[in-house]
């Protein structure tokens, strides 16, 4: 069983930071991708940042303010919030790509979810 357990969400006032953690666990062998992902009420979910070994990738809405890490040892991934908007404003998912140990194939796994509250 793998599990995606997101924390650090909050309420927060414009301008304001906030950090996310993602811990993925269970019986995992590796991980490839992970990734940020977002919903706003009345609104479809939309990709915020990804990451891979080799690169980065942000959604134009949050470049410059928001930076995607992970720490591979502890199978984390991070997402710095600065600068914060209203309209930032979601719940934010954490995804991840991961190969089980009971399986061949690579998987997609989805947190719960966080909620992000920008407001004054």
């Known amino acids: 069983q793998v599990q995606l357990v997101e924390s650090g969400g909050g309420l927060v006032q414009p301008g304001g930071s906030l950090r996310l953690s993602c811990a993925a666990s269970g019986s995992i062998l590796s991980i490839d991708a992970m990734g940020w992902y977002r919903q706003a009420p009345g609104k479809e979910r939309e990709l915020v940042a990804h990451?891979?070994?080799?690169?980065?990738n942000y959604a134009d809405s949050v470049k410059g303010r928001f930076t995607i890490s992970r720490e591979n040892a502890k199978n984390m991934v991070y997402l710095q919030m600065n600068s914060l908007k209203p309209e930032d404003t979601a719940v934010y998912y954490c995804?991840?790509?991961?190969?089980?140990?009971?399986?061949?194939?690579?998987?997609?796994?989805w947190g719960q979810g966080t909620q992000v509250t920008v407001s004054s």
């Open positions: 990451i891979t070994s080799g690169s980065r």
């Open positions: 995804n991840a790509v991961i190969r089980p140990l009971t399986d061949l194939v690579y998987k997609t796994y």
